[in-house]
């Protein structure tokens, strides 16, 4: 491996890698390693250690995503005892490898005081989906089709609810009372999708887009789920409104399907 230097003083001496990459996760459990299913760790961690033949290496992802979700551009720290001193060698290798729907798009080297979990970093999620109609089987893996009309107006408007600072405890899966949940959105608006394109896509298809420095357990499903029932006009902008300050005690949301959500970037600050 001439894309490797060895270090003499490895057993003290480490290595640290920020690998960015994107992923469809549509036959994924999740990031996280769990007994018995395929998951993003696992098939990461087994390509790398083919690659490394072995030596030591430690994989360390900036945030887990769930079941089906996939991602445009996420991020892992890689910790090793010897230096890459050639990266386009290194990822050329790891593409090679890695199974067709994971894909490595970059690679920097960092010093040991990042922590790619405690760093600040700002994160953009998209939600796609469709409605009024049962569409092509192909859209599955990355759109959730809604099959009842939306009102897409409305929806936009109640999108726009989520930004600012805000008590989201209603948004987030099985809270605890120890929870953060005052916390800030950046951004959030739903707009018409222009990004993703095919040919057995429905004519009109629709992304929500939501920046912040950190997102809860099913929290944008969950922001989508409500948007929903508001399209449907099972909700109203002053329930969403409402939902979003301590001592709500209304019905709980449902969650929106994973499969829809797509980390689209993250940025570290």
Request: aromatic fraction near 14%.
């Amino acid at each position: 491996m001439d894309y490797f230097r060895a270090n003499k003083n490895s057993i003290l001496k480490k290595y640290f890698y920020v690998i960015n990459i994107q992923y469809l996760g549509y036959r994924f459990h999740g990031w996280q390693k769990q007994p018995n299913v395929k998951t993003l760790h696992l098939m990461v961690d087994r390509t790398l250690n083919y690659i490394l033949e072995g030596k030591y290496f430690k994989s360390l992802v900036s945030g887990r995503t769930d079941a089906m979700v996939s991602a445009e551009n996420a991020a892992f720290e890689l910790f090793l005892k010897e230096q890459i001193i050639d990266f386009d060698e290194f990822l050329k290798l790891f593409n090679h490898n890695l199974p067709q729907d994971i894909r490595a798009l970059s690679i920097r080297e960092v010093d040991e005081k990042f922590n790619i979990i405690q760093h600040s970093k700002v994160k953009e999620y998209h939600y796609m989906f469709a409605f009024g109609g049962k569409f092509h089987p192909f859209c599955a893996p990355i759109m959730t089709t809604i099959l009842d009309d939306l009102d897409i107006e409305l929806m936009k408007q109640g999108a726009k609810l989520f930004e600012g600072e805000h008590y989201f405890k209603n948004y987030c899966y099985k809270p605890t009372d120890n929870g953060v949940y005052h916390r800030e959105i950046l951004s959030c608006e739903l707009v018409e999708n222009t990004k993703y394109t095919a040919s057995f896509f429905p004519e009109q298809t629709y992304l929500l887009k939501v920046r912040g420095k950190g997102f809860m357990r099913n929290q944008i499903r969950l922001m989508m789920g409500a948007l929903i029932d508001l399209g449907q006009g099972k909700r109203t902008l002053e329930d969403i409104e409402a939902s979003l300050k301590e001592g709500y005690e209304g019905d709980i949301y449902y969650i929106a399907p994973a499969s829809g959500l797509i980390l689209n970037s993250i940025a570290f600050e």
